[in-house]
């Protein structure tokens, strides 16, 4: 009863965490199923790595705040209640 296809696809959700249902009973036979859903899989995480790559190149970007601090040669000094 055991197939490669029904192995990959056992690999394949869990390496996608899809979750484990009940099999679909419209994949008896149909070895375009597993291609598909790979394909979607692998495009979702190429989606997914651009996303975090973007915020993430947002938010650590050092440059933008580097030109909004100025330094002064003289120091300014107040003494607040004392």
Known sequence: D???TKAYMLSLETMMTVGYGVPDPYFKGCWQGPIV???QMLLQMLI???L???IF????RPQS???TILFSNK???QKING
Do not use: K, N, Y
């Open 48 to 50: 997914s790595a651009l």
């Open 37 to 39: 859903l790979t394909l």
């Open 75 to 77: 120091a300014a000094i």
């Open 65 to 67: 705040r580097a030109c």
């Open 52 to 54: 975090i790559g973007v």
């Open 57 to 60: 190149q947002g938010i650590s």
């Open 2 to 4: 055991g197939s490669l």
